[in-house]
Protein backbone atom coordinates (compact mmCIF):
# COMPACT_ATOMS: atom_id res chain seq x y z
CA UNK A 1 0.00 0.00 0.00
CA UNK A 2 1.25 3.39 -1.06
CA UNK A 3 1.93 6.16 2.14
CA UNK A 4 -1.16 7.34 3.69
CA UNK A 5 1.22 9.76 6.27
CA UNK A 6 -1.93 12.04 7.39
CA UNK A 7 -4.33 9.22 8.18
CA UNK A 8 -1.43 7.69 10.17
CA UNK A 9 -0.71 10.24 11.95
CA UNK A 10 -4.37 10.39 13.07
CA UNK A 11 -4.97 7.06 13.65
CA UNK A 12 -0.96 7.65 15.91
CA UNK A 13 -2.80 10.11 17.60
CA UNK A 14 -5.94 8.08 18.34
CA UNK A 15 -3.34 5.00 19.60
CA UNK A 16 -1.73 7.77 21.82
CA UNK A 17 -5.01 8.12 24.09
CA UNK A 18 -3.85 12.06 24.27
CA UNK A 19 -6.39 13.68 26.83
CA UNK A 20 -7.52 16.56 24.63
CA UNK A 21 -8.22 19.62 26.92
CA UNK A 22 -8.86 21.65 23.66
CA UNK A 23 -11.25 22.42 20.49
CA UNK A 24 -13.20 20.82 18.63
CA UNK A 25 -16.29 20.90 22.06
CA UNK A 26 -17.43 17.26 21.35
CA UNK A 27 -14.70 15.70 23.41
CA UNK A 28 -12.57 13.53 20.57
CA UNK A 29 -15.78 12.35 19.66
CA UNK A 30 -17.47 11.65 22.71
CA UNK A 31 -20.32 13.77 22.47
CA UNK A 32 -21.26 11.49 19.37
CA UNK A 33 -21.32 8.13 20.83
CA UNK A 34 -24.66 6.13 19.65
CA UNK A 35 -26.31 9.11 17.38
CA UNK A 36 -25.01 7.16 14.52
CA UNK A 37 -23.30 10.39 12.69
CA UNK A 38 -21.50 7.94 10.69
CA UNK A 39 -19.80 8.57 6.92
CA UNK A 40 -22.74 6.68 5.14
CA UNK A 41 -24.88 10.01 5.96
CA UNK A 42 -22.25 11.60 3.99
CA UNK A 43 -24.37 12.28 1.10
CA UNK A 44 -25.38 15.50 -1.27
CA UNK A 45 -28.52 17.32 -2.37
CA UNK A 46 -30.66 14.78 -3.37
CA UNK A 47 -34.47 14.58 -2.30
CA UNK A 48 -35.55 15.17 0.59
CA UNK A 49 -32.23 16.55 2.13
CA UNK A 50 -32.82 20.13 0.76
CA UNK A 51 -29.86 22.73 -0.30
CA UNK A 52 -27.77 24.54 1.65
CA UNK A 53 -28.00 27.54 -0.84
CA UNK A 54 -31.48 27.33 -1.51
CA UNK A 55 -33.29 26.01 1.80
CA UNK A 56 -36.46 25.64 1.86
CA UNK A 57 -37.02 21.64 3.57
CA UNK A 58 -34.86 20.08 6.45
CA UNK A 59 -32.15 23.06 6.33
CA UNK A 60 -34.48 25.65 6.64
CA UNK A 61 -36.25 24.41 9.34
CA UNK A 62 -33.13 23.51 11.32
CA UNK A 63 -31.58 27.07 10.87
CA UNK A 64 -35.02 28.49 11.50
CA UNK A 65 -34.87 25.76 14.90
CA UNK A 66 -31.64 27.20 15.56
CA UNK A 67 -32.38 31.00 15.53
CA UNK A 68 -35.38 30.44 18.01
CA UNK A 69 -32.84 29.03 20.14
CA UNK A 70 -30.29 31.11 19.94
CA UNK A 71 -32.53 34.69 19.92
CA UNK A 72 -31.95 35.57 16.65
CA UNK A 73 -34.20 36.72 13.49
CA UNK A 74 -32.42 34.37 10.62
CA UNK A 75 -29.57 31.85 10.97
CA UNK A 76 -26.85 30.74 8.89
CA UNK A 77 -25.23 27.16 8.86
CA UNK A 78 -21.72 27.60 8.12
CA UNK A 79 -19.34 24.76 6.41
CA UNK A 80 -15.98 26.64 6.95
CA UNK A 81 -16.09 28.06 9.93
CA UNK A 82 -16.66 30.98 11.79
CA UNK A 83 -14.13 32.66 9.16
CA UNK A 84 -16.87 32.65 6.27
CA UNK A 85 -19.46 34.18 8.27
CA UNK A 86 -17.59 37.12 8.82
CA UNK A 87 -15.80 36.97 5.55
CA UNK A 88 -19.73 37.48 4.43
CA UNK A 89 -20.59 39.69 6.64
CA UNK A 90 -17.92 42.19 5.39
CA UNK A 91 -18.81 41.55 2.09
CA UNK A 92 -22.69 42.10 3.04
CA UNK A 93 -22.06 45.01 4.70
CA UNK A 94 -18.65 46.83 3.54
CA UNK A 95 -17.98 48.33 -0.05
CA UNK A 96 -14.26 49.45 -0.77
CA UNK A 97 -13.13 52.49 0.99
CA UNK A 98 -15.96 52.22 3.57
CA UNK A 99 -13.83 52.56 6.92
CA UNK A 100 -14.74 49.47 9.98
CA UNK A 101 -14.09 50.42 13.86
CA UNK A 102 -12.73 46.83 14.96
CA UNK A 103 -10.04 45.93 17.52
CA UNK A 104 -6.44 45.62 16.63
CA UNK A 105 -6.26 42.24 18.60
CA UNK A 106 -9.04 40.63 16.67
CA UNK A 107 -8.71 37.22 14.72
CA UNK A 108 -7.23 37.15 11.55
CA UNK A 109 -10.30 36.26 9.46
CA UNK A 110 -11.43 39.60 9.69
CA UNK A 111 -8.41 41.03 8.06
CA UNK A 112 -9.58 38.81 5.13
CA UNK A 113 -12.68 40.13 5.28
CA UNK A 114 -11.30 43.51 4.27
CA UNK A 115 -9.48 42.31 1.94
CA UNK A 116 -12.52 40.70 0.18
CA UNK A 117 -14.54 43.64 1.01
CA UNK A 118 -12.07 46.58 0.60
CA UNK A 119 -12.99 48.04 3.43
CA UNK A 120 -10.42 50.17 5.48
CA UNK A 121 -9.80 49.15 8.99
CA UNK A 122 -9.97 52.06 12.37
CA UNK A 123 -8.21 50.22 15.16
CA UNK A 124 -9.42 50.27 18.69
CA UNK A 125 -6.61 49.62 21.70
CA UNK A 126 -6.50 46.74 23.56
CA UNK A 127 -7.32 46.84 27.46
CA UNK A 128 -4.08 44.17 28.28
CA UNK A 129 -3.60 41.47 31.40
CA UNK A 130 -0.76 43.54 33.27
CA UNK A 131 1.95 39.76 34.09
CA UNK A 132 0.97 38.62 30.79
CA UNK A 133 -0.06 41.13 28.40
CA UNK A 134 -2.78 39.69 26.73
CA UNK A 135 -5.47 41.52 25.58
CA UNK A 136 -8.69 41.16 27.46
CA UNK A 137 -10.60 43.87 25.81
CA UNK A 138 -11.39 46.81 23.53
CA UNK A 139 -10.23 50.53 25.43
CA UNK A 140 -13.56 52.12 24.30
CA UNK A 141 -12.04 55.71 25.68
CA UNK A 142 -12.02 57.00 21.65
CA UNK A 143 -15.04 54.67 20.08
CA UNK A 144 -17.36 57.45 19.16
CA UNK A 145 -14.69 59.91 17.70
CA UNK A 146 -13.48 56.09 15.42
CA UNK A 147 -16.96 55.72 14.48
CA UNK A 148 -17.60 58.87 12.67
CA UNK A 149 -18.44 58.17 9.45
CA UNK A 150 -17.50 54.36 9.50
CA UNK A 151 -20.01 52.14 7.94
CA UNK A 152 -19.76 49.63 10.83
CA UNK A 153 -18.53 48.42 14.62
CA UNK A 154 -17.19 45.22 14.43
CA UNK A 155 -15.97 43.73 17.89
CA UNK A 156 -14.86 40.25 19.35
CA UNK A 157 -16.46 38.82 22.33
CA UNK A 158 -15.52 37.06 24.35
CA UNK A 159 -11.66 37.28 23.63
CA UNK A 160 -9.81 33.78 22.81
CA UNK A 161 -9.01 33.98 26.88
CA UNK A 162 -12.45 33.95 28.19
CA UNK A 163 -12.94 37.44 28.62
CA UNK A 164 -16.47 38.98 27.74
CA UNK A 165 -16.28 42.56 27.20
CA UNK A 166 -18.62 44.95 27.93
CA UNK A 167 -21.44 45.85 25.02
CA UNK A 168 -22.83 49.28 26.33
CA UNK A 169 -20.34 51.73 24.57
CA UNK A 170 -20.19 49.59 21.56
CA UNK A 171 -24.25 49.49 21.30
CA UNK A 172 -24.64 53.56 22.36
CA UNK A 173 -21.73 53.85 19.50
CA UNK A 174 -24.04 51.97 17.32
CA UNK A 175 -27.21 53.68 17.85
CA UNK A 176 -25.79 57.06 17.94
CA UNK A 177 -23.80 57.01 14.58
CA UNK A 178 -26.42 54.45 13.38
CA UNK A 179 -24.08 52.22 12.39
CA UNK A 180 -24.88 48.38 12.75
CA UNK A 181 -22.97 46.59 15.54
CA UNK A 182 -21.10 43.10 14.41
CA UNK A 183 -20.23 40.98 17.15
CA UNK A 184 -17.13 37.87 16.02
CA UNK A 185 -18.68 35.63 19.17
CA UNK A 186 -16.79 32.87 17.92
CA UNK A 187 -15.66 31.24 21.29
CA UNK A 188 -19.23 31.83 22.70
CA UNK A 189 -21.53 29.58 21.07
CA UNK A 190 -22.59 27.92 24.19
CA UNK A 191 -23.73 31.53 26.25
CA UNK A 192 -27.32 31.14 25.48
CA UNK A 193 -27.51 27.81 27.05
CA UNK A 194 -26.38 28.48 30.66
CA UNK A 195 -26.22 31.37 33.23
CA UNK A 196 -22.92 30.45 34.26
CA UNK A 197 -21.30 31.59 31.25
CA UNK A 198 -21.60 35.20 30.53
CA UNK A 199 -24.52 36.42 28.35
CA UNK A 200 -24.74 36.02 24.59
CA UNK A 201 -24.34 39.28 22.38
CA UNK A 202 -27.38 38.88 20.61
CA UNK A 203 -29.40 38.54 24.08
CA UNK A 204 -27.70 42.45 24.53
CA UNK A 205 -28.61 43.63 21.35
CA UNK A 206 -26.10 43.36 18.74
CA UNK A 207 -27.39 43.56 15.32
CA UNK A 208 -25.36 40.29 14.11
CA UNK A 209 -23.20 37.28 15.44
CA UNK A 210 -20.86 35.00 14.33
CA UNK A 211 -20.83 31.80 16.31
CA UNK A 212 -17.53 29.26 15.67
CA UNK A 213 -19.82 26.56 17.20
CA UNK A 214 -17.26 23.40 17.05
CA UNK A 215 -15.20 25.29 19.60
CA UNK A 216 -16.99 24.89 22.47
CA UNK A 217 -20.22 22.95 21.24
CA UNK A 218 -20.42 19.32 20.32
CA UNK A 219 -20.10 20.08 16.85
CA UNK A 220 -17.69 18.50 13.83
CA UNK A 221 -14.78 20.94 13.43
CA UNK A 222 -15.68 23.40 10.17
CA UNK A 223 -19.52 23.92 11.30
CA UNK A 224 -20.82 27.41 12.61
CA UNK A 225 -23.91 29.72 12.59
CA UNK A 226 -24.34 33.21 11.78
CA UNK A 227 -27.14 34.95 13.38
CA UNK A 228 -28.93 37.90 12.68
CA UNK A 229 -29.98 40.13 15.41
CA UNK A 230 -32.54 43.36 15.32
CA UNK A 231 -33.02 45.15 11.85
CA UNK A 232 -32.48 48.42 12.95
CA UNK A 233 -30.70 50.16 10.01
CA UNK A 234 -31.92 48.55 7.20
CA UNK A 235 -35.09 46.21 5.85
CA UNK A 236 -34.68 43.00 7.24
CA UNK A 237 -34.99 41.01 4.18
CA UNK A 238 -33.04 43.12 2.27
CA UNK A 239 -30.01 42.62 4.94
CA UNK A 240 -30.59 39.23 4.88
CA UNK A 241 -30.93 38.92 0.90
CA UNK A 242 -27.07 41.05 0.94
CA UNK A 243 -26.15 38.14 3.70
CA UNK A 244 -27.08 35.20 1.44
CA UNK A 245 -25.80 36.79 -1.70
CA UNK A 246 -22.42 37.07 0.37
CA UNK A 247 -22.46 33.32 1.01
CA UNK A 248 -23.49 31.69 -1.79
CA UNK A 249 -20.26 32.87 -3.16
CA UNK A 250 -18.14 32.35 -0.23
CA UNK A 251 -19.60 28.67 0.74
CA UNK A 252 -18.87 25.57 -0.96
CA UNK A 253 -21.78 24.11 -3.41
CA UNK A 254 -20.74 20.89 -2.19
CA UNK A 255 -21.64 21.42 1.88
CA UNK A 256 -20.99 18.53 4.12
CA UNK A 257 -24.28 17.06 5.68
CA UNK A 258 -22.20 15.77 8.25
CA UNK A 259 -21.53 18.79 9.28
CA UNK A 260 -24.95 20.57 8.87
CA UNK A 261 -26.30 17.47 10.82
CA UNK A 262 -24.02 18.25 13.86
CA UNK A 263 -24.95 21.89 14.09
CA UNK A 264 -28.79 20.44 14.22
CA UNK A 265 -27.75 18.05 16.41
CA UNK A 266 -25.70 20.30 18.82
CA UNK A 267 -28.66 22.76 19.21
CA UNK A 268 -31.33 20.19 20.27
CA UNK A 269 -28.76 18.53 22.76
CA UNK A 270 -27.87 22.18 24.52
CA UNK A 271 -31.80 22.97 24.43
CA UNK A 272 -32.39 19.87 26.02
CA UNK A 273 -29.32 19.51 28.56
CA UNK A 274 -27.60 22.65 28.06
CA UNK A 275 -27.97 24.14 31.32
CA UNK A 276 -26.79 21.03 33.53
CA UNK A 277 -24.01 20.08 30.94
CA UNK A 278 -22.31 23.76 31.52
CA UNK A 279 -23.42 23.76 35.19
CA UNK A 280 -20.93 20.41 35.33
CA UNK A 281 -18.26 22.01 33.05
CA UNK A 282 -17.89 25.04 35.17
CA UNK A 283 -17.80 23.18 38.42
CA UNK A 284 -14.83 21.58 37.10
CA UNK A 285 -13.06 24.06 36.09
CA UNK A 286 -13.43 25.51 39.64
CA UNK A 287 -12.08 22.66 41.15
CA UNK A 288 -9.41 22.97 38.56
CA UNK A 289 -8.28 26.08 39.26
CA UNK A 290 -8.54 25.90 42.99
CA UNK A 291 -6.35 22.84 43.11
CA UNK A 292 -4.33 24.02 40.75
CA UNK A 293 -3.54 27.52 42.49
CA UNK A 294 -2.15 24.97 45.53
CA UNK A 295 1.28 24.61 43.48
CA UNK A 296 3.79 26.93 43.73
CA UNK A 297 5.35 28.43 40.69
CA UNK A 298 2.19 28.99 38.99
CA UNK A 299 -1.44 30.40 39.16
CA UNK A 300 -4.85 30.77 37.53
CA UNK A 301 -6.74 33.15 36.26
CA UNK A 302 -9.87 34.08 38.31
CA UNK A 303 -12.91 36.06 39.18
CA UNK A 304 -10.27 39.32 39.45
CA UNK A 305 -9.88 39.27 36.24
CA UNK A 306 -12.89 40.89 35.68
CA UNK A 307 -11.83 44.24 37.50
CA UNK A 308 -9.99 45.04 34.27
CA UNK A 309 -11.49 47.84 32.34
CA UNK A 310 -14.32 46.97 30.03
CA UNK A 311 -14.51 43.10 31.35
CA UNK A 312 -18.19 43.00 32.82
CA UNK A 313 -18.17 38.83 32.52
CA UNK A 314 -15.75 36.02 32.33
CA UNK A 315 -15.70 32.24 31.04
CA UNK A 316 -14.57 30.05 33.70
CA UNK A 317 -14.49 27.11 31.82
CA UNK A 318 -11.10 28.81 29.93
CA UNK A 319 -8.61 27.12 32.37
CA UNK A 320 -5.45 30.04 31.76
CA UNK A 321 -2.16 28.75 34.02
CA UNK A 322 0.21 31.62 34.20
CA UNK A 323 3.85 30.00 34.95
CA UNK A 324 5.54 32.51 37.51
CA UNK A 325 9.00 30.89 38.49
CA UNK A 326 9.42 27.68 37.06
CA UNK A 327 12.57 27.43 34.70
CA UNK A 328 10.14 26.34 31.67
CA UNK A 329 8.30 28.94 29.00
CA UNK A 330 4.81 27.58 28.09
CA UNK A 331 5.51 25.95 25.27
CA UNK A 332 7.97 23.94 27.14
CA UNK A 333 5.54 22.74 29.51
CA UNK A 334 2.85 21.96 26.70
CA UNK A 335 5.46 19.98 25.01
CA UNK A 336 6.49 18.17 28.41
CA UNK A 337 3.03 17.71 29.07
CA UNK A 338 2.22 15.78 25.75
CA UNK A 339 5.30 13.47 25.57
CA UNK A 340 5.63 12.91 29.38
CA UNK A 341 1.63 12.62 30.34
CA UNK A 342 -0.12 12.26 27.20
CA UNK A 343 -1.92 15.71 27.82
CA UNK A 344 -2.69 18.30 25.17
CA UNK A 345 -3.55 21.88 25.82
CA UNK A 346 -5.06 24.37 23.30
CA UNK A 347 -2.66 26.78 23.10
CA UNK A 348 0.78 27.87 24.55
CA UNK A 349 2.49 31.10 25.31
CA UNK A 350 5.70 32.31 26.39
CA UNK A 351 4.61 32.50 30.11
CA UNK A 352 1.01 30.74 30.07
CA UNK A 353 -0.99 27.79 28.99
CA UNK A 354 -4.64 27.17 28.08
CA UNK A 355 -7.06 24.25 28.51
CA UNK A 356 -10.93 24.19 27.36
CA UNK A 357 -13.06 22.42 30.14
CA UNK A 358 -15.60 20.88 28.14
CA UNK A 359 -18.83 18.84 29.34
CA UNK A 360 -17.53 16.17 26.93
CA UNK A 361 -14.26 15.62 28.33
CA UNK A 362 -12.66 12.11 29.23
CA UNK A 363 -13.73 10.92 32.65
CA UNK A 364 -10.39 10.84 33.94
CA UNK A 365 -8.92 13.96 32.12
CA UNK A 366 -9.21 16.25 35.33
CA UNK A 367 -6.91 13.41 37.47
CA UNK A 368 -4.69 13.03 34.84
CA UNK A 369 -3.82 16.87 34.36
CA UNK A 370 -3.77 17.68 37.93
CA UNK A 371 -1.44 14.83 38.29
CA UNK A 372 0.54 16.12 35.52
CA UNK A 373 1.02 19.35 37.09
CA UNK A 374 1.93 17.51 40.98
CA UNK A 375 4.58 15.56 39.25
CA UNK A 376 5.54 18.66 37.63
CA UNK A 377 5.82 20.78 40.53
CA UNK A 378 7.50 18.79 42.67
CA UNK A 379 10.60 17.96 40.38
CA UNK A 380 11.24 21.29 39.10
CA UNK A 381 13.57 23.53 40.13
CA UNK A 382 11.84 26.83 40.51
CA UNK A 383 14.39 30.12 39.94
CA UNK A 384 15.52 32.36 42.50
CA UNK A 385 14.41 35.76 42.91
CA UNK A 386 15.81 38.06 40.98
CA UNK A 387 17.15 35.70 38.59
CA UNK A 388 16.42 36.24 34.84
CA UNK A 389 13.58 33.52 33.59
CA UNK A 390 12.50 33.01 30.20
CA UNK A 391 10.20 36.12 30.19
CA UNK A 392 6.96 36.97 28.72
CA UNK A 393 7.63 37.92 24.86
CA UNK A 394 4.14 39.21 24.48
CA UNK A 395 4.28 41.48 27.43
CA UNK A 396 3.76 44.40 24.86
CA UNK A 397 2.86 42.99 21.58
CA UNK A 398 -0.71 43.14 22.06
CA UNK A 399 -0.93 47.08 23.75
CA UNK A 400 0.27 48.85 20.30
CA UNK A 401 0.07 47.42 16.36
CA UNK A 402 2.59 48.51 13.76
CA UNK A 403 1.89 51.83 10.96
CA UNK A 404 -0.58 50.81 8.68
CA UNK A 405 0.85 51.33 5.04
CA UNK A 406 -1.37 50.18 2.93
CA UNK A 407 -4.91 48.69 3.10
CA UNK A 408 -5.06 44.95 3.77
CA UNK A 409 -6.43 44.56 0.18
CA UNK A 410 -4.07 47.32 -1.46
CA UNK A 411 -1.77 44.72 0.41
CA UNK A 412 -2.58 41.63 -0.78
CA UNK A 413 -3.13 42.75 -4.60
CA UNK A 414 -0.15 44.49 -4.57
CA UNK A 415 3.13 43.38 -6.14
CA UNK A 416 5.71 41.19 -3.49
CA UNK A 417 8.85 39.83 -2.88
CA UNK A 418 10.57 37.66 -0.42
CA UNK A 419 13.51 38.28 1.42
CA UNK A 420 15.19 37.50 4.80
CA UNK A 421 14.04 38.28 8.26
CA UNK A 422 17.23 40.42 8.55
CA UNK A 423 16.38 42.17 5.87
CA UNK A 424 12.70 42.71 6.55
CA UNK A 425 13.02 45.25 8.75
CA UNK A 426 11.06 49.06 7.75
CA UNK A 427 9.57 46.87 4.61
CA UNK A 428 5.61 46.32 4.27
CA UNK A 429 4.11 43.09 5.36
CA UNK A 430 2.30 41.49 2.64
CA UNK A 431 1.32 38.41 4.82
CA UNK A 432 0.73 37.84 7.81
CA UNK A 433 2.80 37.54 10.89
CA UNK A 434 0.67 35.72 13.22
CA UNK A 435 1.27 33.32 16.06
CA UNK A 436 -1.04 30.55 16.09
CA UNK A 437 -3.18 29.71 17.97
CA UNK A 438 -4.56 32.65 19.06
CA UNK A 439 -4.56 33.87 15.43
CA UNK A 440 -4.24 37.67 16.51
CA UNK A 441 -1.72 38.98 13.77
CA UNK A 442 1.59 40.59 15.05
CA UNK A 443 1.97 42.30 11.75
CA UNK A 444 -1.16 42.35 9.24
CA UNK A 445 -0.35 42.60 5.49
CA UNK A 446 -0.25 46.53 4.66
CA UNK A 447 1.68 46.92 7.91
CA UNK A 448 5.23 48.18 8.57
CA UNK A 449 7.69 45.37 9.90
CA UNK A 450 9.95 47.45 12.51
CA UNK A 451 13.35 46.52 14.32
CA UNK A 452 11.31 45.65 17.59
CA UNK A 453 9.09 43.73 15.86
CA UNK A 454 11.89 41.92 14.04
CA UNK A 455 13.70 41.27 17.21
CA UNK A 456 10.02 39.87 18.57
CA UNK A 457 10.24 37.18 15.44
CA UNK A 458 13.62 35.65 16.65
CA UNK A 459 12.90 35.48 20.03
CA UNK A 460 9.31 33.88 19.97
CA UNK A 461 11.07 31.12 17.23
CA UNK A 462 13.60 30.34 19.40
CA UNK A 463 10.76 29.84 22.13
CA UNK A 464 8.98 27.12 19.75
CA UNK A 465 5.96 29.64 18.41
CA UNK A 466 3.63 27.87 15.48
CA UNK A 467 3.08 30.64 13.29
CA UNK A 468 0.03 30.98 10.52
CA UNK A 469 -0.63 32.66 7.35
CA UNK A 470 3.30 32.95 6.23
CA UNK A 471 4.56 31.28 2.57
CA UNK A 472 7.58 30.19 4.76
CA UNK A 473 6.19 28.50 8.38
CA UNK A 474 9.15 28.65 10.07
CA UNK A 475 9.90 32.89 8.91
CA UNK A 476 13.04 32.33 8.00
CA UNK A 477 12.15 34.07 4.86
CA UNK A 478 8.84 37.04 4.79
CA UNK A 479 7.06 38.43 1.98
CA UNK A 480 6.96 42.06 1.60
CA UNK A 481 6.06 44.79 -0.60
CA UNK A 482 8.10 44.99 -3.50
CA UNK A 483 8.38 49.20 -3.55
Known amino acids: MTEQPLWEALLAYRREGVKGFHMPGHGQGQAFQGLGLTPDLDVTEVPGLDDLHAPEEAIAEAQAAAARAF ?63 LPLASDPSGL ?27 LDCSQQAGLPLWVDEAHGAAYPFSDRLPESALTLGAHAVVHGSHKTLPVLTQAAMLHIGSGEFAPLNFALDKVRRALSVLQT ?35 LRKELNRLKGISCWGEEIKAYPGVTDWDSTRLLVVIRDWPMTGYELRRQLREKYGIEAELAGSAHILFLISPFDAPDADAALLA ?26 YRQWPQM ?79
Open 253 to 287: TSPSYLLLASLDLARSRMEEEGTILWERAVERAQR
Open 144 to 170: KESAIDAKALFMLRPSYFGTAEDLAPW
Open 71 to 133: GAQATFFLVQGATVGIHALCMSGLQPGDEVVLPRHCHRSLFGGLVLSGAVPRYVPAVCEAETG
Open 372 to 397: AFRHLASSVERRQPGSIGPGNLFKDS
Open 405 to 483: VLTPREAFFASHRVVSLSEARNQIAAEFICPYPPGIPLVAPGEKITLEMVELIEELQQAGVHWQGSADPRLAFITVIDK
